[in-house]
């Protein structure tokens, strides 16, 4: 008992120099001057999430663990829905979300090598990477502007007899046009995936009911990486009411295993050594009977401490954004002769990433980038803008297979020559927002 005394007060004594630490070290609020850089996103923290850390790295778990099991748990209550598996990266969570449509355990949906899935050009590789690495075959739809999200009115034209899923992302926090699109999946018994790693957040109003994005379909995801809504480093997550799904991402998740056991648990279904499995002698180690072909993408239990700290404060992150990106927003108003500022979708209450801008014609987006940069000031494209034109298509594109299009991607093809966006994260203060909007408008002649 002594020891333990002794333990936890060496313990409490480590936490409070730790947050100490930070209050001093970290986090010290600079005054802005003009010219400073303003990156397009960054961590957003304090003690709590370094606290949460190092009490973590004290048990010297490492693996997944009670922080693992606490953010699943808050995470899953968060986003009102039933299932929530921690993973290490927003990639590897949308690599699970499609592969466990790929099980077994999905019967006559289950998608095989050679099926389609709807999705679009303009966006982050990683959402279609597993499609194609699959086998499967990405179907591309061109997008809207100023909402930069898919045009559903090409739906029916990509639909096809091999069609099984719509996978796409709401971009940079607004969400798509979800009521069409969920019915739509449902009149052709298709699975919709949300790739939520940019819109955790955001709101989506349907049928007068309010939902977060992610939560509608039939599987979402989530990235925590550093310029995301919320950080624990790296780390992602998969969301589902499907218990099936469930089921098929945490054996995918854990090396494919049949077991259910949590690190360092043994014999949770009480019969580890009773049943038969495939061809494996009767009694084989349950532990060791593997249902699917699959990998490690664990977390580790330290970022998920981090993450249970950024999922206490995160509303507060959403609020900021949105303020940030309204007031950007105003700001740029005199430019709107030659800039399009984006639009909410309708029926949506995002939880902004960033502020897309697309430059209409006789405006140089190149040469108008480079100028804010020049003053300090961040920017990005819209990820791969078309994805069909990148490097990693030059031999898909030889051989003229393994993908189709739908139409001639004219506006996907208009964002990767004309849209670039700039960051709205918590971290930014009225007096950055007002700076970046100067730099704007005085780079146009305003």
Aim: with cysteine.
């Amino acid at each position: 008992m002594f020891e333990n005394q002794k333990e936890e007060q060496a313990r409490e004594e480590i936490l409070a120099m730790v947050k100490e630490y930070c209050e001093t070290y970290h986090n010290v609020d600079k005054p802005f001057q003009e010219g400073d850089r303003i990156p397009y996103a960054s961590r957003y923290y304090g003690a709590e999430e370094m606290i949460n850390l190092v009490d973590s790295s004290l048990e010297f778990w490492l693996t997944a663990g009670r922080y693992t099991k606490e953010f699943e748990s808050k995470f899953a209550k968060y986003l009102n829905i039933k299932y929530c598996s921690l993973v290490n990266s927003g990639s590897s969570a949308n690599l699970l979300a499609f592969m466990a449509l790929t099980s077994p355990l999905m019967g006559d949906r289950r998608i095989l090598p050679g099926d389609e899935v709807i999705t679009v050009a303009a966006g982050f590789p990683t959402t279609i990477a597993p499609i194609i690495q699959y086998g499967a075959i990405p179907v591309f739809v061109d997008m809207n502007i100023p909402q930069y999200n898919m045009d559903v009115t090409y739906l029916e034209e990509a639909l096809s007899p091999k069609t099984k899923a719509v996978m796409i992302a709401h971009t940079l926090g607004n969400p798509w046009d979800l009521k069409y699109l969920k019915e739509f999946c449902d009149q052709h018994d298709l699975w919709l995936v949300e790739d939520n790693c940019d819109a955790l957040g955001s709101v989506y109003t349907m049928d007068g009911k309010d939902y977060l994005t992610g939560t509608i379909g039939d599987v979402g995801t989530s990235s925590f990486y550093p310029p995301h809504h919320m950080t624990m480093g790296e780390g992602g997550a998969v969301y589902t009411n499907n218990p099936l799904i469930h089921k098929a991402v945490r054996s995918l998740r854990d090396w494919g295993r049949d077991c259910i056991c949590n690190p360092g648990q043994d014999n949770q279904c009480g019969h580890r050594f009773d049943q038969q499995y495939g061809e494996l002698p009767l009694g084989y180690d349950h532990k060791y009977v593997y249902s699917h072909f699959g990998y490690n993408l664990k977390a580790t239990d330290m970022q998920a401490a981090i993450g249970c700290a950024q999922l206490e404060k995160f509303p507060t992150f959403v609020e900021k954004r949105r303020h940030n990106f309204d007031r950007l927003k105003k700001a740029l108003e005199p430019a709107k002769d030659l800039l399009i500022l984006p639009e909410p979708c309708p029926n949506s209450k995002p939880s902004w990433f960033g502020f897309l801008i697309t430059c209409k014609e006789g405006v140089d987006k190149n040469a108008l980038v480079q100028e804010i940069e020049k003053n300090g000031v961040q920017t990005r494209m819209l990820f791969a803008g078309n994805v069909v034109k990148q490097p990693c298509f030059d031999e898909m594109r030889k051989e003229r297979k393994g993908y189709r299009v739908v139409g001639d991607l004219a506006v996907t093809d208009r964002i990767m020559k004309d849209t670039f966006w700039l960051g709205v994260y918590p971290g930014m203060n009225d007096e950055k927002i007002d700076y970046m909007a100067k730099v704007i408008l005085k780079a146009l002649g305003k």
